[in-house]
């Protein structure tokens, strides 16, 4: 019993930071129906800044995690300036930016291998090695103040887009792009806006896991496809969806990893991922397939 | 003639593709109810869509109350006071009825006076205020489309445009939303609807426009254009397949 409540605990932890990973890459898909392949990319990117800044100056990664995000959130302004935002008129607009997103991934890893080498790196606070017990429950505090960081992240979003005006203009474009333009909603903003905040999560992201995994330039392609099956489960472009695939996929993955074995876990997610598309294409909490 | 919104000589198209309106021509008067017919392809969605500046014409003037808006954005139209619902999914599914007008108001930018407002369309349509808190696209296609229509209200516009707010509904529902068509009109908006079936739609408009490949063939007082042998024609003869 006890490791079963240990196993889910570690779940959990790790869901949290995977369901924040997901949020904005879902985020950036409803709005602007981009499959941002280099979303993952970005997060290593925060996880080199979270690390370069308690490396150099002693500041605590959830210290950096703001200034992660602010950074990250530029980046995507950027980003979405020079490369998104003058085609977002043509009508093969999502199949392009599939091919963009991938070499951005590509140039980003790059950039970073180039910049920090492929060493492996993990940001080391003194709480990232650090464990309590309840009971005989083995909680690290590193995963624990991972998943409860991400979880508050998460909900503030949540509250954003469910009462500000902002919030209010991007679940309409989500949901009815022409409509929201109709009633007035600048729906290029929205996309600039939505853009912002989707990469500055993925930088939020970067803190946290950069003291919850060892991370280098190439590691993102380890998460492309768990990033993906998320977004997909949760109905792409759901992030509600989205974070229940996480937090119901991680600890799924933990219980694999413990009684199955590690190598497993990482399949739990493409096994849920097929399963998914053969069954309900549309997602677990989508209503009508979105994919094609 | 009628100095309220005139559309003269209207030519326009999708991109750089071919001309869908080719001088179409339009005369609205003050809150009357319009209904514009023609068969499939006419150009009835792409006349009300070049209304509401979702579309840039090519030719032709758009006036409005003595002043030419032709080339004006959609959320510049909303303002001077021409609202529209398009054809078939005009809401949004995964948000409330509650949420949904708030959208409608979304220029007003002041949520007090958003509140109050709809308030008001609660009042008009107690359906909506039951279904206050209910997602939009769990209602029923009646009740979406007096959503769509009351949505409109909030930002209280002159004009209001319904692309087929008809479609898909029971004969039962759509003469309710006839009702609400007429209501609206009756409290000195002006309607523009565009209606599948042309002796519905004229039977419960003003005013009739025909409109067939892109341009206006007739248009008159709605019980003329029922008279009119040309419309027998238009539905029934076989002068397209010659
Ligand atoms: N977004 C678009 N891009 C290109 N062509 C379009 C577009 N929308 C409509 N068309 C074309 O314009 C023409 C007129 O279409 P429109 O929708 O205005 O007709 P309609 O009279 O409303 O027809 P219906 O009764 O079927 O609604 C059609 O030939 C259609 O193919
Ligand atoms: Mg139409």
Known sequence: MDQIIQVAVLGIGLGGVFALMGSGLSLVFGVMRIVNLAHPSLIIGGAYIAYWGFKLYGIDPLIMLPVCAVILAVTGILFYKVFFERDAKSATYSEMTVLLTFAIAMIVEGALGAAFSNTQRVTSPVYATDAFFIGDVFIPKGQLYAGIVSIVIIGLLAAFLKYSRLGYAIRATTQNREAAALLGVNVNMVGLMSFAIGIGLAGAAGALTSFVFSFFPAKHWEWVAVLMSLVVMGGMGSILGTVIAAFSLSIVAAFVGTWIGSTWSTMTFFLALFLVLLFRPQGLFGEKPELV | MSNFLTVKGVTAGYGDGPAILDDAHMTVQKGKVHCIIGPNGAGKSTLMKAIAGMLPLRKGEIEFKGENIAGQRPDQMLRRGIAFVPQ?????????????????????????????RIDEIFD??????????????????GQQQTLAMARTLILRPEVVMFDEPSLGLAPKIVREMFGIVRMIADTGVTVLLVEQNAVMGLKNADWGVVLDLGRTLFEGPSAEVLADPRIQELYLGGRRAA
Do not use: C, W
Not at chain 2, 94 to 105: A, F, I
Not at chain 2, 124 to 141: V, W
């Open chain 2, 88 to 116: 078939e999914r005009a809401l949004f599914p995964k948000m409330t009825v509650r949420e949904n007008l708030k959208m409608g108001g979304y220029i007003l930018n002041n949520d007090k006076a958003l509140t109050s």
């Open chain 2, 124 to 141: 008009r349509f107690p359906i909506l205020k039951e279904r206050a808190d209910q997602h939009a696209g769990t209602m029923s296609g």
